[in-house]
């Protein structure tokens, strides 16, 4: 249940602003009812800004495990494309192919060598 539904923002932020400045003594000294509304403010919006605090941390961190992901998935595929043997020759082949038949689309076969590397 809200209790400042109706309270417009200027409102909330003028009691929290006199709990943020009084001293607890200071604060004690005022009527029961005043007091518990203020402090009531106060914690409502000092409970906003803390969820709002946690909510942009948990999109940091999920923005940062999603780039470390992606970091450690483009490393893994170049290990791979690393470790292929006679990978230059091959990617010369196909470079050569697609630049004498451009209209069609380049495949490797098991034995490249000698024959076509089109479909």
């Keep these: 249940m809200d209790l400042f539904t109706d309270w417009g923002l200027q409102d909330l932020g003028a009691c929290r602003q006199r709990v943020a400045v009084e001293a607890p003594h200071e604060l004690r000294r005022h009527p029961d009812a005043a007091r518990h509304v203020w402090l009531a403010a106060y914690v409502h919006l000092r ?3 803390v969820t709002d605090t ?18 450690k998935v ?3 595929l170049l290990d791979d494309i690393k470790r292929v043997g006679g990978k230059q020759d091959l990617l010369f082949n196909l470079a050569n192919a697609a630049v ?5 689309l380049p495949v490797q076969h ?3 060598r000698g024959s076509s590397y089109y479909h």
């Design 47 to 49: 409970g906003r800004a």
């Design 100 to 104: 004498e038949k451009p209209d069609e």
């Design 110 to 112: 098991e034995n490249i």
């Design 54 to 71: 946690l909510v942009d941390l948990l999109i940091e961190t999920v923005h940062h495990i999603g780039a470390r992901a992606e970091n």
């Design 74 to 76: 483009e490393q893994e």
